[in-house]
């Protein structure tokens, strides 16, 4: 019974090194431990923190490996705890039972919710956010689904009350160009830097033509 | 030379940058959502009053006069905050104050007004929250000054301060007296 446990744990544990949350020990460390005859027992994941000269059953545990022992019981811990966290952790999405009449409106319904913005909580979607109002407002664009309106009408009704903010995509319009366009004069400005850069370089070297420069590989 | 001082340019610029940057967050609150609503007609409502249920008070019955609605609730620890506030510094303002409880039970909110006195000359009760959707509320409490045409002309988002009320709200209730005052002059 014990012998199961401490390999659900060690399986755990590899799996935790697997995704880089401790860092892995020579697989070396294991076999040392396997070949001592020590595989099984509750201590053989503490061994690979020892010294690979000592066997832990004929020396008295020196301060290094009481040390890898305590951080393996912290590794233990962690390794049944995080589970823990997760199961108690609640749904990513908060639902609503509203009562749609199938999947397609569905869909539709949690489309249009991820394009929209909490108020409440400024960095998640209406489909995401579990407040008070986000409920609301859901049931608000459920309703609207529900006489007929369309996506852009819904979108327009929540536009006029909260602003183009409530919207996560920003509209296409004069007042936004500068926050849609300036990425791309920001990359033009960095392609003319570079540009300027490269020719007074090439003009340097001596008789370079910038042409030549720019169409060779020398960067 | 002018090279050689082309970073430094750039640093100071970006320096200046983050420090208005820094300036402009301390200064406002980034949180808070403009409303498209200012300068536009107050959305209608009709919604039963919180003390006779069955009496409803409409959007229309306040045309004529400038008021007040602050949107509160009993839920709401930011609203007890204001609360001194409403009744020490607005009401002597002699504006008509017009409480709508937002999504909130009436008998919490009467238990409420019972425990820290009542700041309002009407409270109306919007149970499900659907007219402050219309207006755009998102948190309580928040103020609408709303002008005598029904037009909205100033939103407070959170709690009044001496302060906001000095710097915000005062002068808007006296552009809209001044206003008035030049259409009796016509």
Redesign the interface.
Known sequence: MRMVSVRAIRGRLLSLFASGLVAPSPPSALSMGERAGVRGKWWAVTHRFSSATRHPLTQPSPPSYRWGRGLSLAACFFAVAMPLVFLCAPPAHAIDPLPFKDRAEEVRFQKLAKQLRC??C?NQDLADSDA??AK??RK?VYDMMQSGKSDDEIKDYL?????D??LYDPPFKPGTWLLWFSPFAFVLIGVFVVARILRSRAQQAGGVRPADTESGDDW | MVNRLLPLAIFLALVGLLGFGIYWNTHHEMTEVPSPLIGKPAPPFTLPLLYEPEKTLSGKDLLGKPYLLNVFGSWCPTCQYEHPILTGQIKPLGIKLIGLDWKDEPDDAKRWIAQFGNPYDVVITDRDGRSGIDFGVYMAPETFLIDAEGIVRYKRIGMFTPENIRDELLPKIAELTSAKAKQVAR
Request: proline share 0%; hydrophobic share 55%.
């Open positions: 108020l409440v400024q008070d109002l609301d407002l608000q536009v006029a009350r909260y602003n903010f409530v």
